[in-house]
């Protein structure tokens, strides 16, 4: 066994450990998740190219995907986020692109936590005709409209600039400058700085059929937007593509909000992600 393989047995090892430790009841990993996990662990990242700018944003690339981003904010994360849409699912723990909700088959897709906009263009270049981006944030939805418009020229975009949540109202979003991505709705602060939407709400606004899509990553808001999703789960069945680590029982949350409103749905859970403890899956599926 050459040192790689060694070094890759016994870490794997010690996370086996880890979750018999923890005893982790709600969740089982195959050997071939605590892999992906490592893997995730030593990607190799694109560099972020600025290739123009002008008075807010900068025009830059990765790879073959180009975006405007503000200048007030920090980029670093964004070859990251790059690798976690992009990279292939088969290496890919966070990756939206199971072949079981057969993407290239949806009309439309809600794109919760669009950020920068990467799952978006994803969509948009597998064929899906209507995109439908969320992003809360107004500094970085002023950049994803360029992208979105300018860049990448889809006519059927609309851009909500909104969190999602169980009812229409407001809220307030905890905004991290370092990481933008990371930035989050709190239920407890009362002073309110942003719109909150439904996923109902937008599909029937936007008179959407029941070849949908749902791709949800919104810093553990998850069950609140599936909770404002209850009609459209039950009566028109949309793939759900849902990040769900960051909390230990998000997975499990948001399975049994999704089964309430319509039993019919499977669900899978796949990946693992152990950089908290005890660890969890990355995604859930539902289709």
Not at 3 to 27: P, V
Not at 68 to 88: G, M, Q, R, T
Not at 145 to 165: F, M, N, P, R
Not at 208 to 221: A, M, P, S, T, V
Request: proline share 4%.
């Amino acid at each position: 066994m050459n040192f790689f393989l060694k070094k890759t047995y016994k870490k794997s090892k010690e996370i086996l450990g880890l979750i018999i430790k923890k005893k982790n009841i709600l969740y089982n990993f195959s050997f071939f998740e605590i892999q992906l996990y490592l893997k995730e662990k030593n990607w190799k990242l694109y560099p972020s190219i600025q290739e123009e700018e002008d008075k807010e944003d900068y025009l830059l690339r990765i790879n073959d995907v180009s975006i405007y981003w503000p200048k007030k904010l920090k980029s670093d994360s964004l070859p990251w986020l790059y690798n976690e849409v992009f990279f292939p699912f088969k290496n890919n723990p966070s990756s939206y692109d199971n072949h079981l909700l057969e993407i290239h088959n949806c009309d439309w897709v809600i794109d919760g936590g669009a950020c920068e906009g990467f799952f978006s263009i994803f969509c948009h270049v597998r064929g899906i005709k209507i995109i439908i981006t969320v992003e809360p944030n107004k500094i970085i939805t002023n950049s994803l409209t360029k992208t979105i418009k300018d860049i990448y020229k889809i006519e059927q975009a609309v851009i909500v600039e909104a969190g999602l949540g169980e009812i229409v109202g407001k809220g307030f979003l905890e905004y991290n400058a370092q990481r933008p991505s990371d930035s989050f709705i709190n239920k407890s602060n009362h002073d309110f700085n942003i719109s909150i939407e439904t996923i109902d709400n937008i599909v029937a606004t936007n008179n959407l059929n029941n070849r949908g899509l749902i791709k949800l990553d919104i810093e553990g808001f998850e069950m609140d937007a599936l909770s404002g999703a209850q009609k459209v789960l039950r009566d028109k069945k949309p793939k759900l593509a849902i990040a769900v680590y960051h909390s230990f029982e998000n997975a499990v949350l948001c399975r049994d909000i999704i089964l309430r409103a319509n039993p019919s749905y499977k669900i899978i859970f796949r990946g693992m992600y152990a950089y908290y403890t005890p660890p969890r899956p990355y995604m859930l599926f539902a289709y």
